[in-house]
């Protein structure tokens, strides 16, 4: 009878030592089982008050913008080494003349804006201009003091542009109102919606690669060409400085 | 000197235009087009010296609007030399508060005769690489400076016009009232 006790008191599940065991079993295979999540989401926790900061951020994004930086002036460099073999124009090496507008008409036919930079800051016939945005016009008549820039609305204005997604070049003219329209000589081009217009590469006036707008709208093909309707990305009626860039040959 | 600017105040006023025409305020504006500005001047003008003095003024104003415009190949001057002859052979209405509406009504003609030879030089101009429906959109400007030139004519014709007879000496309006 004794020895019946004893036994029965021995038994592997009367001891708390191996019920500790088990559950340490039990952990390792949830553990397993689960790929160390409860690992990762623990250590989430912990490690959260130590997480990069804004400091880390900053030093990380300026290393990127160096990166970008250095890829930039070689990218240019080669731009310029490739202009010059194929006789295109290109910017000025020479640094941008920022300006205020003193004078804006953006309605009616009469599309222009007047700066306050001329001929004394060394403004040129023929330079263009930008602005938040994008490309706004180029430099038509300059005096000593002012200088006039005919603005990419105005029914005078005709810039060469293309769309780098397909390739394409087309010529974007001004109507007199704030849409201009591009006029892409080839009925088959695939134009869309949202696409982004710049300065034509084959421009003799203008660099290359400028933003310009965007396409808002497709019109029905005519004859061999087909014609979109173009939001402007540089507002000229909202901005007072622009940046009036030199155009070298 | 106050006597001197009353005297040549519409050379002054005349002087004048090409600034306001480049001031051109954006609280002024009706869909982003602002007034006609030189018709303001010439309404008056035309109708006090006539239609010769009306074409020679039209032709000055339009000279110097062109050369301040960005655009070199349309012009101003047929519209405001039209205007101004049309604007001469005007009577002076003797009812001030007809006359407020007169020029109201005389101005937005003459904006909508000015505006449209301009749209038909640019029509005509790029008729041969578009087709003529391509600047059609742009119509629009033609009515909102018609509008908003109309509705600021009574105010600053009458009061040009009054300056103009103050500078003048009324002998004009006086000779009308008599007649």
């Known amino acids: 009878m004794v020895d019946i006790r004893r036994i029965s008191t021995n038994r592997w599940w009367h001891k708390k030592k191996n019920w500790g065991l088990f559950i ?6 949830f553990v397993r089982i689960s790929k160390g999540s409860l690992y990762k989401d623990l250590y989430f926790l912990i490690s959260k008050p130590f997480w990069p900061g804004q400091f880390q951020r900053e030093i990380l994004t300026k290393s990127v913008e160096q990166e970008f930086f250095i890829k930039f002036k070689q990218l240019e460099k080669d731009n310029k080494r490739l202009r010059e073999i194929l006789s295109l124009k290109r910017l000025s090496d020479s640094e941008s003349i920022s300006a205020t507008v003193i004078s804006r008409k953006t309605g009616s036919w009469w599309r222009q804006i007047i700066l306050n930079k001329g001929e004394k800051d060394g403004v040129e016939v023929g330079s263009f201009v930008v602005g938040p945005g994008g490309l706004l016009g180029r430099v038509n008549n ?27 070049h087309g010529l974007l003219v001004g109507l007199g109102n704030d849409y201009p329209k591009a006029i892409f000589y080839n009925k088959e081009v695939n134009i869309e919606v949202g696409d982004i217009l710049l300065t034509s590469p084959a ?11 965007i396409i808002q709208s497709v019109d029905e093909e005519l004859q061999a060409k087909k014609t979109a309707n173009i939001l402007l990305l540089g507002k000229p009626q909202a901005i007072d400085w622009v940046q009036i860039l030199k155009v070298a040959i | 000197m ?23 305020p954006d609280w002024l504006e009706f869909l982003g087009v602002q007034p006609y500005w030189p018709l303001f001047w010439l309404l008056p003008w035309s109708m006090i010296y006539g239609s010769i003095d009306g074409l020679i003024v039209g032709l000055f104003l339009g000279m110097i609007l062109d050369s301040v415009s960005p655009d070199s190949s349309f012009t101003q001057i047929p ?14 209405s003797s009812n001030g508060f007809i006359a407020h509406f007169r020029y109201g ?9 000015c505006n449209s030879l301009y749209f038909f030089q ?7 690489d578009n087709n003529i429906f391509f600047y059609f959109s742009s119509i629009g400007n033609i009515f909102a400076q018609v509008f908003i030139t109309g509705l600021l004519a009574p105010l600053l014709c009458s009061l040009l016009f009054v300056l103009f007879q103050k500078s003048r000496g009324k002998d004009k309006l006086i000779r009308f009232i008599n007649k």
């Open chain 1, 142 to 168: 300059t005096s000593l003091f002012t200088s006039s820039v005919i603005l990419l609305t105005s029914p005078e204005s005709k810039v060469g542009v293309w769309i780098e997604r397909i390739q394409s």
């Open chain 1, 24 to 29: 340490f079993l039990l952990f390792l295979f």
């Open chain 2, 105 to 113: 009504l005389i101005c937005s003609i003459a904006c909508f005769l």
């Open chain 2, 79 to 92: 519209g405001l030399v039209l205007s101004g002859i049309w604007f001469g052979k005007l009577s002076i």
């Open chain 1, 203 to 213: 421009s003799t006036l203008l660099p290359p690669n400028i933003p310009v707008g």
């Open chain 2, 122 to 128: 640019i029509l005509i101009k790029n008729l041969s």
């Open chain 2, 2 to 24: 106050e006597k001197y600017l009353k005297k040549k105040i519409y050379i002054i006023s005349f002087l004048f235009i090409p600034i306001v025409y480049f001031w051109d």
